[in-house]
């Protein structure tokens, strides 16, 4: 027999709920226990395959370069020279005049180098050897030669040095605004990921002035904070109604280390009025809805960075949120992963993940996350 069932959305103190009552089958532990299957055996085939990309990728290298992982008498422009993968890194060195500093005798310091598949990813002309070499763009030669310290640190640090789970460093890039010269490495399950997607392919390619990282994707820095990024998304024009409605969107304006869950328009549009689009939530004047969207958006905040690959099996995360139910499930994807709030029946999928913000990142959620 069918009940009702109530999906509040706990207004605050006050109890009072926005979501209106609607007649559905309750939810069943077995349906639970279904999904919660479905989302383990993603997250574990993610993993599974991402780790056999990478062993093959180290063996295949192992092969290709085993006469020049042999020798270890050169400095780290003499070794990526050398190894034909790094076309597109050797050429940048040279054109943004790098190539000096990084044969330094001494330097000890670590590269994360991009592959050429890596640097393909990239528009023109920052795309291939020949494409970097005939830059004559000074602004794109600085803006170049920027992102190639962001990958540099300052000392040698070996793949074992890095610590396990969510840990940073800061890079040999000048600073500009807050943490745009900050990576961040997420390290578990064998893997180790800088910035969230960027992924090391090959560990300890060891010079005699420091070490090379392979990974597969450019590193870029930050260059807006997490409002700027959600103001020039149309996609967030919901969210970004009820930070300015709730006096919350100061807080991602200025330093910070957040993880934003940012639900999309369509997941705004899954609620009733007037919290399904961005027109009737800049319209909300009872102070009781206010505050309760207020705690729902806190809910989907994080005082630190998560990216998707922190984001482990089903690990409980605090958020901002008031009292003891702001706790949210998490499960870890590669450029994706899974988020449930309390009174969410199902988890919500991220998708697109880690979008890097000089005051945190953001992972966008397709569900509005329900305390």
Not at 362 to 370: E, F, H, N, T, W
Request: charged residues 15%.
């Amino acid at each position: 027999m069918k009940r009702v069932l109530f999906m509040p959305l706990m207004l605050g103190l006050m109890g009072i709920s926005i979501l209106s009552s609607c007649k559905k089958e309750p939810a069943s532990t077995t349906g639970f226990d279904n999904e919660e299957s479905r989302v383990r055996t993603e997250a574990n085939q993610a993993v599974s395959e991402k780790t056999a990309r990478a062993q093959a990728y180290e063996k295949e290298f192992d092969q290709l370069y085993q006469a020049e992982l042999g020798r270890t008498n050169r400095n780290l422009v003499e070794l990526a020279s050398s190894i034909p993968t790094f076309k597109s890194l050797v050429a940048a060195v040279v054109k943004t005049g790098l190539a000096p500093v990084l044969a330094t005798p001494n330097l000890n310091a670590t590269v994360f180098a991009p592959n050429d598949a890596a640097f393909a990813k990239l528009p023109a002309p920052f795309n291939n050897p020949a494409n970097i070499s005939g830059i004559t763009d000074q602004a794109q030669i600085d803006g170049l030669r920027n992102i190639l310290l962001y990958h540099v640190l300052g000392s040698k640090v070996l793949r074992n040095q890095v610590a396990p789970g969510r840990s940073s460093a800061v890079t040999l890039k000048p600073a500009g605004s807050s943490n745009d010269n900050t990576i961040y490495f997420s390290n578990s399950l064998g893997l180790l990921l800088v910035n969230g997607n960027s992924l090391v392919l090959r560990a300890n390619v060891l010079a005699n002035n420091g070490v090379i990282h392979v990974i597969d994707d450019v590193l870029l820095p930050p260059t807006q904070n997490i409002a700027e990024i959600a103001i020039g998304n149309p996609a967030f024009s919901s969210l970004v109604a009820a930070l300015v409605k709730t006096n919350l969107a100061s807080v991602f304006t200025g330093a910070g280390d957040f993880t934003v869950f940012a639900p999309t328009d369509a997941a705004f549009a899954q609620l009733p009025a007037p919290f399904n689009n961005a027109a009737n939530i800049s319209n909300i004047t009872d102070p009781a809805q206010i505050s309760a969207l207020s705690n729902i958006l806190r809910y989907h905040v994080t005082g630190s960075r998560y990216f998707a690959w922190d984001l482990g099996l089903f690990r409980s995360v605090t958020t901002l949120a008031d009292g003891s139910r702001n706790k949210l499930t998490t499960v870890l994807g590669l450029n994706f992963g899974f988020v449930k709030g309390n009174q969410n029946p199902s988890f919500a999928r991220i998708n697109p993940a880690n979008i890097l913000a000089t005051n945190g990142v953001i992972q966008v959620v397709d569900k509005v996350l329900l305390p």
